[in-house]
């Protein structure tokens, strides 16, 4: 991880893409906008594939017995009286499609829009023909019961509001065999997805069926981004002054889908809970030109995507929350990969930004990893059980802005050890 992966975000408004958006502001709101999309998270392909399929494999290794894996897609509507008209295996046939020789069973709709599905469907495909005697690609009923199905593995790359996934899990609880398995324990349901907000997670906490949530890395947003609370209100006052300029009649997106203020994008599509200033309508907006016009991805922006997350500019990010000592002294220069992280992660809870989103977005860590860092501060003492900034971590704190002052014997930068501030030899 370095400081200058997550750069690439800042690149998106020299594209010619993205000076011809910065000019439909105006000149006063021009810094605001540049603000909003350097602050996006991009997500690569190579990323969003790689670290999905660790997921994956993560939790089936948990697993004892093989795993049905189903990339999750819309599902059509019907009406309950259509419901009870369709054959018990209609579940199956909702999340996958016989191919005309009916034997072989499609991950996608023969109608569907392809994206992130497409992706995972290929992803899936592969890990079961590498794997075959631990997984099985979108599997019917039968083929369930005569592999001895011990979980099925639902695979979305983002869950937001979490109606899709909701719905998609709603579909396979309509099979009375599955509820009958997983009564007697003998399967278990698992949503794994790339990122996921937290109302998504709660909504589906609260399913019948009880599913077990993987996220590998917390949805980020504009709300809880590690920016000052003036510059969160010039982003929002950007994209709502601008959403009534140029969407008048859709005023429930300005703010994204279910006013999620989401900021982070893939390379296969930019969510619609994403400020709609960023993006324009399927039927066009002619006065308006997105930086991801219908929420796709141009080769030109694509390139600009890292291809895997890094941190930020550590500085940057102290000084955008109003650590303004702490990155004038001096003192992250000076410390090594560890050590960055850890006083991010205390200025961060210092100035009250204690989201776990937040924190992965202002260290680059994923959702497994930024676990492991707070445990670490609260195992040292710098943080309360309560993640709660303690005594020891605000004395961590003020030794770090007065680094200056201080003899600069500290452990030479990259490595990856970590010393208290307290804990070195200082001269007057």
Same mark, same amino acid.
């Given at each position: 991880?370095? /400081?200058?992966?997550?750069?690439?975000?800042?690149?998106?408004?020299?594209?010619?893409?993205?000076?011809?958006?910065?000019?439909?502001?105006? /000149?006063?709101?021009?810094?605001?906008?540049?603000?909003?999309?350097?602050?996006?998270?991009?997500?690569?392909?190579?990323?969003?594939?790689?670290?999905?399929?660790?997921?994956?494999?993560?939790?089936?290794?948990?697993?004892?017995?093989?795993?049905?894996?189903?990339?999750?897609?819309?599902?059509?509507?019907?009406?309950?009286?259509?419901?009870?008209?369709?054959?018990?295996?209609?579940?199956?046939?909702?999340?996958?499609?016989?191919?005309?020789?009916?034997?072989?069973?499609?991950?996608?709709?023969?109608?569907?829009?392809?994206?992130?599905?497409?992706?995972?469907?290929?992803?899936?495909?592969?890990?079961?023909?590498?794997?075959?005697?631990?997984?099985?690609?979108?599997?019917?009923?039968?083929?369930?019961?005569?592999?001895?199905?011990?979980?099925?593995?639902?695979?979305? /790359?983002?869950?937001?509001?979490?109606?899709?996934?909701?719905?998609?899990?709603?579909?396979?609880?309509?099979?009375?065999?599955?509820?009958?398995?997983?009564?007697?324990?003998?399967?278990?349901?698992?949503?794994?997805?790339?990122?996921?907000?937290? #109302?998504?997670?709660?909504?589906?906490?609260?399913?019948?069926?009880?599913?077990?949530?993987?996220? #590998?890395?917390?949805?980020?947003?504009?709300?809880?981004?590690?920016?000052?609370?003036?510059?969160?209100?010039?982003?929002?006052?950007?994209?709502?002054?601008?959403?009534?300029?140029?969407?008048?009649?859709?005023?429930?997106?300005?703010?994204?889908?279910?006013?999620?203020?989401?900021?982070?994008?893939?390379?296969?599509?930019?969510?619609?809970?994403?400020?709609?200033?960023?993006?324009?309508?399927?039927?066009?907006?002619?006065?308006?030109?997105?930086?991801?016009?219908?929420?796709?991805?141009?080769?030109?922006?694509?390139?600009?995507?890292?291809?895997?997350?890094?941190?930020?500019?550590?500085?940057?990010?102290?000084?955008?929350?109003?650590?303004?000592?702490?990155?004038?002294?001096?003192?992250?220069?000076?410390?090594?990969?560890?050590?960055?992280?850890?006083?991010?992660?205390?200025?961060?809870?210092?100035?009250?930004?204690?989201?776990?989103?937040?924190?992965?977005?202002?260290?680059?860590?994923?959702?497994?990893?930024?676990?492991?860092?707070?445990?670490?501060?609260?195992?040292?003492?710098?943080?309360?059980?309560?993640?709660?900034?303690?005594?020891?971590?605000?004395?961590?704190?003020?030794?770090?802005?007065?680094?200056?002052?201080?003899?600069?014997?500290?452990? /030479?930068?990259?490595?990856?050890?970590?010393?208290?501030?307290?804990?070195?030899?200082?001269?007057?």
């Amino acid at each position: 991880m370095t /400081d200058d992966g997550n750069f690439l975000a800042r690149k998106l408004v020299l594209t010619g893409q993205g000076k011809q958006w910065i000019t439909q502001f105006d /000149d006063i709101d021009q810094g605001t906008a540049i603000l909003l999309a350097n602050s996006l998270t991009l997500i690569s392909h190579t990323e969003f594939r790689r670290e999905l399929e660790k997921l994956v494999l993560g939790a089936a290794a948990d697993i004892e017995g093989p795993v049905s894996l189903f990339a999750v897609r819309e599902l059509p509507k019907s009406s309950p009286e259509e419901t009870w008209m369709m054959p018990q295996v209609l579940p199956f046939y909702s999340c996958t499609s016989r191919s005309e020789d009916g034997r072989s069973i499609n991950s996608v709709g023969a109608t569907a829009d392809l994206g992130s599905e497409a992706i995972i469907a290929h992803m899936i495909r592969q890990l079961a023909r590498g794997n075959p005697a631990k997984f099985i690609n979108h599997p019917t009923l039968n083929e369930m019961r005569d592999r001895g199905c011990r979980a099925v593995f639902v695979v979305d /790359d983002f869950v937001g509001s979490g109606g899709r996934v909701r719905s998609f899990l709603e579909s396979l609880w309509l099979e009375p065999t599955l509820k009958s398995w997983w009564s007697t324990k003998l399967i278990r349901f698992h949503v794994l997805a790339y990122s996921a907000t937290d #109302h998504g997670t709660r909504s589906l906490q609260r399913l019948r069926c009880s599913p077990e949530i993987c996220v #590998h890395r917390d949805a980020t947003s504009f709300e809880t981004l590690p920016l000052s609370l003036e510059k969160k209100e010039l982003i929002r006052k950007l994209c709502r002054d601008y959403g009534a300029r140029v969407f008048k009649r859709r005023k429930n997106m300005w703010f994204g889908y279910k006013q999620g203020m989401c900021s982070t994008v893939f390379e296969h599509g930019c969510p619609n809970n994403t400020p709609a200033i960023l993006w324009d309508m399927k039927d066009g907006t002619p006065n308006w030109t997105g930086l991801f016009p219908h929420r796709a991805i141009s080769s030109e922006i694509a390139s600009v995507f890292p291809l895997e997350i890094a941190r930020g500019d550590s500085v940057a990010t102290l000084m955008n929350m109003g650590q303004t000592k702490l990155a004038k002294s001096g003192a992250l220069s000076r410390a090594g990969e560890t050590g960055q992280i850890i006083l991010l992660v205390l200025a961060l809870i210092a100035k009250g930004h204690r989201k776990r989103a937040t924190i992965c977005f202002a260290t680059g860590l994923n959702t497994k990893d930024c676990e492991r860092i707070i445990e670490r501060c609260i195992k040292w003492k710098f943080l309360t059980p309560q993640r709660r900034l303690a005594p020891q971590g605000l004395a961590e704190l003020d030794a770090a802005r007065k680094f200056r002052a201080q003899s600069q014997t500290s452990v /030479d930068r990259g490595s990856d050890y970590y010393y208290p501030q307290q804990l070195r030899p200082t001269t007057c």
